[in-house]
C-alpha cells in the first residue's frame, strides 16, 4: 500500500489540474520518491499525454473490463525510473457513471499500490464517484484559478463532499432523524437555520447529541489544501484567504493554501510540445512552484 496517497481534483475544468499532478508526480519522482500516477479523469483521460507518454499499450480500461487481474498489470513505465503510471480509460460507454461495486473494486486496488505516493488525478465536477475516489486519499488537493466561477465551484464541491460524509456517517449511526435534518438543508429557502453546518449540526444536536458530536469530529478531521493556479498579481494570491474564510464560515472546515502557482507561458509551449514542464523547463516559474509543492506534500 502507497505510504501517501494524494488526490487531486479541480472542480472547474480548465484550470491546469492535470498539468499540476502531472508535473507534481514527476517532481516527487525526482525527490527520490517511487511514485504511481493514476488517471481518474474517467472519459477525459490525458495525463499520459502530458506526462509525454505516445503510446499507450494498457489503460484502465482493460482493468474495468476484466482483461487484467490487477491494476499492477497495467503499469506504465515513464523516462522517469521512479515514475509508473495507469492510463484513464476513454472507450467505455458511460465509465464516468462507474457502478458502485465496479468503483468499490477499483478503489480497493488502489489500496494496494507498492510505492511511496500514488498521485490519483481525478474528473472536474462534483459526481459522487469524484467524491468517493477524493475520499480515499490522506491527502486531497484542489485546484483552483484565482477567478470568482472557480472559487464558487470549490466552494459548492466541498460542500457536497460534506454533504456526502454526513450522509454516510449518519446513516451508519442509524441516525434517521439526523439525516431527515440533512435532507431539509438542502432547501435553504424553506429553511434559512440549516444554511451553514453549523446551523445542521445544531439541529441535529436537539435530536440526538451523540451523532451531532461524532459529526462535529468527522469534519474536523477533513482538512483540504487549496492550490491557487495561473496566478498573475499579489492581489489575486488573496482569493487564497476569500475562499477559506467561505468555506469555515458556511462548512466548518479548515482548509489551507499551500501553494500559489503563476501563470507561465511556458506551461503552453511544454504542451505545444507534448513534454512535461518539469524535464524541459525545470527552472521556470511554474517548475518551481511545483516543486515547493512537491516539498509541502512530503514534509506537511
Same mark, same amino acid.
Given at each position: 500500500?502507497? #505510504?501517501?496517497?494524494? /488526490?487531486? @481534483?479541480?472542480?472547474?475544468?480548465?484550470?491546469?489540474?492535470?498539468?499540476?499532478?502531472?508535473?507534481?508526480?514527476?517532481?516527487? /519522482?525526482?525527490?527520490?520518491?517511487? @511514485?504511481t500516477a493514476l488517471d481518474l479523469d474517467l472519459g477525459g483521460a490525458n495525463l499520459h499525454v502530458l506526462l509525454g507518454i505516445k503510446n @499507450?499499450?494498457?489503460?484502465?480500461?482493460?482493468?474495468?473490463?476484466? #482483461? @487484467?487481474?490487477?491494476?499492477?498489470?497495467?503499469?506504465?513505465?515513464?523516462?522517469?525510473? *521512479?515514475?509508473?503510471?495507469?492510463?484513464?480509460?476513454?472507450?467505455?460507454?458511460?465509465? !464516468?457513471? =462507474?457502478?458502485? =461495486?465496479? %468503483? =468499490?473494486?477499483?478503489?480497493?486496488?488502489?489500496?494496494?499500490?507498492d510505492s511511496d505516493i500514488a498521485i490519483l488525478d481525478l474528473a472536474a465536477g462534483s459526481s459522487f464517484n469524484v467524491i468517493d475516489f477524493l475520499f480515499i486519499a490522506n491527502q486531497q488537493i484542489i485546484i483552483t484559478s484565482p477567478e470568482?466561477?472557480?472559487?464558487?465551484?470549490?466552494?459548492? $464541491?466541498?460542500?457536497?463532499c460534506v454533504f456526502?460524509?454526513?450522509?454516510?456517517?449518519? %446513516? *451508519?449511526?442509524? !441516525?434517521?432523524e439526523a439525516l431527515e435534518v440533512l435532507t431539509r438543508a %438542502?432547501?435553504?429557502? /424553506?429553511?434559512?437555520?440549516? #444554511?451553514?453546518?453549523?446551523?445542521?449540526?445544531?439541529?441535529i444536536e436537539?435530536?440526538?447529541?451523540? !451523532? !451531532?458530536?461524532?459529526?462535529? %469530529?468527522?469534519?474536523?478531521? $477533513?482538512?483540504?489544501?487549496?492550490?491557487?493556479? =495561473?496566478v498573475r498579481s499579489e492581489d489575486e494570491t488573496k482569493a487564497g484567504k476569500v475562499i477559506c474564510s467561505m468555506l469555515k464560515q458556511y462548512l466548518s472546515i479548515e482548509a489551507k493554501v499551500i501553494a500559489s502557482v503563476p501563470s507561465d507561458e511556458m506551461v503552453r509551449r511544454a504542451l505545444f510540445k507534448n513534454r512535461p514542464m518539469m524535464l524541459i523547463y525545470p527552472g521556470s516559474p511554474f517548475c518551481l512552484a511545483i516543486k515547493g509543492l512537491a516539498e509541502r506534500c512530503i514534509y506537511n
Open positions: 500500500m502507497s #505510504k501517501r496517497t494524494i /488526490a487531486i @481534483v479541480g472542480p472547474k475544468g480548465g484550470i491546469g489540474k492535470s498539468t499540476i499532478s502531472s508535473n507534481l508526480a514527476i517532481a516527487l /519522482a525526482e525527490m527520490g520518491k517511487k @511514485v @499507450v499499450p494498457h489503460s484502465l480500461d482493460d482493468f474495468l473490463l476484466k #482483461k @487484467v487481474e490487477d491494476l499492477k498489470d497495467i503499469l506504465i513505465d515513464t523516462e522517469l525510473r *521512479n515514475l509508473k503510471v495507469i492510463c484513464g480509460g476513454t472507450n467505455i460507454p458511460d465509465i !464516468a457513471n =462507474m457502478p458502485f =461495486m465496479q %468503483k =468499490m473494486k477499483l478503489i480497493n486496488h488502489i489500496s494496494r499500490f470568482s466561477p472557480s472559487l464558487i465551484k470549490v466552494y459548492g $464541491f466541498l460542500k457536497s456526502r460524509m454526513l450522509s454516510f456517517h449518519l %446513516k *451508519n449511526e442509524r !441516525a434517521e %438542502k432547501d435553504t429557502d /424553506a429553511n434559512p437555520h440549516l #444554511k451553514t453546518i453549523n446551523g445542521i449540526i445544531g439541529e436537539g435530536i440526538n447529541p451523540a !451523532a !451531532a458530536e461524532s459529526s462535529k %469530529k468527522m469534519l474536523t478531521d $477533513f482538512r483540504p489544501n487549496i492550490v491557487l493556479n =495561473m
